[in-house]
């Protein structure tokens, strides 16, 4: 059916960079809003940035000034670029999309891709 497949994580210093992809495959016909979350350990699966197809962005305060989250719709990819980065952000980071096919469901995850900032 539909894959989401997150690259991009790794282990970085603080004061680090990292650009996080998202790329959709399978049957589509649209994607319409997609969404960064991370998950700490221990902790629960917060949202990190939106961005709705028409390009419109929103972030969690924790992250708002540091990430980007933009997209790519000729290649049904989403990317979060994080700058600043520092060692409460580590975390398992998954993207989540709103898919349509013959219709349109929210419950399309990746499988996630860890980020680690530590020195």
């Known amino acids: 059916q539909v894959q989401l497949v997150e690259s991009g994580g790794g282990l970085v210093q603080p004061g680090g960079s990292l650009r996080l992809s998202c790329a959709a495959s399978?049957?589509?016909?649209?994607?319409?809003?997609m969404r960064w979350y991370r998950q700490a350990p221990g902790k629960q699966r917060d949202l990190v940035a939106t961005?709705?197809?028409?390009?419109?962005?929103n972030y969690a305060d924790s992250v708002k000034g540091r990430f980007t989250i933009s997209r790519d719709n000729a290649k049904n990819t989403v990317y979060l670029q994080m700058n600043s980065l520092a060692p409460e952000d580590t975390a398992v980071y998954y993207c989540?999309?709103?898919?349509?096919?013959?219709?349109?469901?929210?419950?399309?995850w990746g499988q996630g891709t860890q980020v680690t900032v530590s020195s």
């Open positions: 961005i709705t197809s028409g390009g419109s962005t």
């Open positions: 989540n999309a709103n898919i349509c096919r013959t219709r349109c469901t929210s419950d399309n």
């Open positions: 399978g049957s589509i016909a649209s994607i319409n809003t």
